[in-house]
């Protein structure tokens, strides 16, 4: 059995439905969204690794600048090769934090860097069977539960907190480092001050990283979905800062200290 069917005959015993978690890579490439955002200045050179990529390097609305080589990105690290983790060491990655469910990460556990600390923070695994099920078939539904599931705001928040006190670089991921990081990223982003353009066309990145064929919904991503994200976080908590705020829990002193750290 491979391993993505072994994910879905696991999850369906869960659920009750088939549901797929670590999609396969795809054959064709996806050109990148726009000549600012290109693959060559953000992919950390990992083999193993799907994904991997710098989360900063944008320019903010009022023309400062996201800092690079604090904040990264990927897919699973349960392939990582032994370069790839001399490599991530190099890059000073001290936090892993792992954003799968636990059954997740029992099929597939991540090899960490050495001097790293691994952290669990299970997005959409506490959500009833039913809501889980749902969401895991990917698409709006998943982006939605997001923002509404279980201890979805509890696991995002703790990325934010682990990137303001962390002394080192923190690497974020889930399985392919599309869907669940995508969306981190595209918060941590929004917080920044990048404009949603290019917050989306950074999430876009992931259809290139993952050589997604056009509108291909198991490896690759779509504008509407994150949008869904967006559109649920202001339906839930009335704005984007609600859901910061109320949602993420996320104070005023948290949030200086986020952008003094990451912005230049």
């Avoid at 996201?66 to 990105?73: E, N, Q, S, Y």
């Avoid at 090899?111 to 809501?131: E, F, H, R």
Wanted: glycine share 12%; aromatic share 6%.
């Amino acid at each position: 059995m491979t391993r993505v069917r072994a994910v879905r005959a696991g999850l369906a015993a869960a659920t009750g439905v088939a549901v797929l978690l670590t999609p396969v890579l795809g054959t064709a490439a996806a050109a990148p969204p726009n000549a600012e955002t290109t693959t060559a200045d953000r992919s950390l050179g990992l083999s193993g690794v799907q994904n991997a990529r710098d989360a900063g390097g944008y320019r903010t609305t009022d023309g400062r600048l996201v800092r690079t080589g604090l904040v990264f990105r990927s897919g699973a690290l349960d392939r990582a090769t032994p370069a790839d983790l001399a490599r991530l060491s190099t890059l000073g990655v001290r936090v892993v934090d792992d954003l799968r469910t636990g059954y997740e990460r029992s099929l597939a556990p991540d090899q960490l860097p050495a001097g790293a600390t691994g952290n669990a923070y299970d997005v959409i695994g506490q959500a009833p069977p039913l809501i889980l099920a749902g969401a895991l078939f990917g698409g709006e539904g998943m982006y939605r539960a997001f923002i509404t599931a279980p201890g979805a705001n509890e696991a995002f928040a703790a990325v934010l907190r682990d990137i303001i006190a962390a002394d080192g670089a923190v690497l974020y991921h889930c399985s392919a480092g599309k869907d669940r990081t995508g969306w981190t990223s595209a918060v941590l982003l929004s917080l920044l001050g990048v404009d949603r353009a290019t917050v989306t066309a950074d999430y876009l990145l992931s259809n290139t990283y993952r050589d997604a064929a056009p509108g291909d919904p198991l490896n690759g991503v779509q504008a509407s979905w994150l949008d869904a994200a967006f559109d649920q976080a202001e339906q839930t908590y009335g704005s984007f800062d609600g859901y910061v705020r109320d949602g993420l829990g996320l104070t005023g002193t948290e949030l200086t200290a986020l952008r003094s750290s990451l912005l230049s």
